[in-house]
């Protein structure tokens, strides 16, 4: 008897279960719908995909296809235009005494160099920091290069951003002579990059993110698979496909390479003019590619126009890429300075006494709804004294003027190189924050202009800052 109503009860209990289980289904997909409308399908990034197929790899024997790209995109005569503000991950590894692989500085230093590097060829690409997560108690500082870093980047991962692991060093097998300064996994999107490494290496591993190949790929494998020197040698006399968009890295304006590692000379020059191709034909290698291995990677700082419009074109078939770009509806009312990242004290961004500077807390587009803010800004000044006045003493004015009348969800302050805080006094306005320190000595000072978050929409995102020097 007991346990027939049991079973009943478990019938009861298992309809009304999957009643639930419907409503909810229901419920998902009505939520599904409304975050399905609040995406913009009309952006101009969709917009192109009805033109281009950005399924495959369609430079591949067609290296006109990147130039139709770019001018579809109006890259010529726009070079300079920021087209996407692209989100990084840091994971940072430090052992089991919290001992960090990587400071907060060398943080920035990767970001400042990848933007540098990323400016100079004018790719289009802005990188700012997203997060940083600190891995620490574990013995993963030192990273095994062929199974461990790949598992890593898929374990540890954050969409809609790149992510990158930094580590002390790679463990290689135990003959390998190579250095390994970085590596990125096809599989997880991730890169995982030594501490100590070049001013290129996240150039080059991005590089791979968005699509681009090593200019020396299958050098070594045969006239099967080799690049050859000549732009326009084909497979055969029937085939007009040239051979240079078909091997190595597809693109016929990186010039085919040997072995760069034994063939660059100090002063960066190409040595291995006598080495021919498999169809004898000399070398006539660059040793400036970002994505070649030259012997001294000081020697690296070009991107081509064929790899600016493979990395511009894989980035637009990515479907984050519409939270990065600059185009985007959402995005425009956003603007992003120059002096990122500086999001801690370690990152403090320079500024000069008596100069207006147009700044902001940015937008972190990440993920479809939430949009992340940069609530935190640290700057810094060196004070000095003006030569004709004897008194060391100093006193200064910084200005800060907000877009919105909040300034009671911002805070300034000022501090000494040791972070300590000093005493102001603190005239506030509804728009703007004036703070006067007087009797300061000559050093650097860091300023801190920080908001608390709020969800309202009277988030301040632009100010100028001022410093007058007393
Ligand atoms: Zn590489």
Redesign the pocket.
């Known amino acids: 008897m007991i346990n027939q109503q049991l079973i009943n009860f478990n019938k009861i209990n298992s309809h009304y279960f999957g009643i639930a289980l419907i409503t909810i289904f229901i419920l998902l997909e009505n939520t599904i719908n409304i975050l399905s409308q609040d995406i913009d399908t009309q952006s101009y990034i969709e917009e192109d995909k009805k033109e281009f197929n950005y399924k495959r790899k369609p430079w591949k024997g067609n290296n006109a296809f990147l130039y139709d790209y770019l001018h579809s995109i109006s890259y010529f005569g726009n070079e300079d235009k920021i087209r996407y503000l692209v989100p990084i991950h840091f994971w940072i590894y430090s052992d089991k005494d919290g001992n960090g692989a990587a400071s907060l500085s060398d943080i920035k230093k990767y970001i400042d160099e990848l933007n540098y590097y990323n400016k100079l060829n004018k790719t289009g690409f802005r990188f700012y920091l997203s997060n940083i997560k600190e891995i620490s108690k574990t013995r993963r500082k030192i990273m095994g290069y062929y199974i461990e870093a790949p598992l890593q980047g898929i374990f540890r991962r954050m969409s809609n951003v790149i992510n990158v692991h930094i580590i002390d060093n790679f463990k290689l097998l135990k003959n390998e002579r190579r250095v390994v300064r970085a590596s990125?996994s096809y599989i997880s999107k991730s890169i995982v990059m030594r501490k100590v490494n070049s001013t290129t290496s996240l150039a080059?591993e991005i590089g791979?993110y968005f699509g681009l190949l090593?200019p020396h790929r299958n050098y070594n494998k045969g006239k099967n698979k080799q690049e050859p020197v000549s732009r326009t040698r084909t497979k055969n006399s029937r085939n007009k496909i040239p051979l240079c968009e078909l091997r190595g890295d597809y693109l016929s304006d990186t010039p085919a390479e040997p072995k760069l590692s034994f063939l660059v000379d100090n002063d960066c020059k190409f040595v291995g003019n006598t080495i021919t191709d498999s169809w004898g034909d000399n070398y006539k290698s660059h040793t400036n590619n970002i994505?070649s291995y030259p012997a001294h990677y000081y020697c690296r700082y070009h991107f081509t126009t064929g790899q600016i419009a493979v990395m511009l074109y894989t980035s637009a078939s990515y479907n984050t890429s519409k939270y990065w770009s600059t185009d985007y509806k959402n995005n425009l009312k956003f603007s992003f300075d120059n002096s990122e990242p500086n999001d801690y004290f370690e990152m403090a961004s320079n500024l000069k006494s008596d100069t207006v500077y147009s700044l902001n807390f940015h937008k972190i587009f990440v993920k479809k709804r939430r949009i992340k803010t940069d609530t935190c800004d640290w700057y810094k000044v060196e004070l000095k004294n003006d030569t004709s006045q004897t008194n060391s003493q100093l006193n200064i004015r910084i200005s800060v003027n907000f877009n919105k009348n909040n300034s009671n969800n911002i805070l300034v302050d000022l501090f000494d190189k040791n972070r300590i805080k000093l005493n102001a006094i603190k005239i506030k306005k509804d728009n703007s924050l004036t703070l006067e320190y007087k009797n300061l000595v000559e050093d650097w000072y860091y300023i801190k202009v920080s908001q608390i978050e709020n969800k309202k929409n009277d988030i301040i995102n632009k100010y100028n800052l001022l410093i007058i020097n007393n």
Request: charged share 0%.
């Open positions: 990125y080059h791979h090593h994505m």
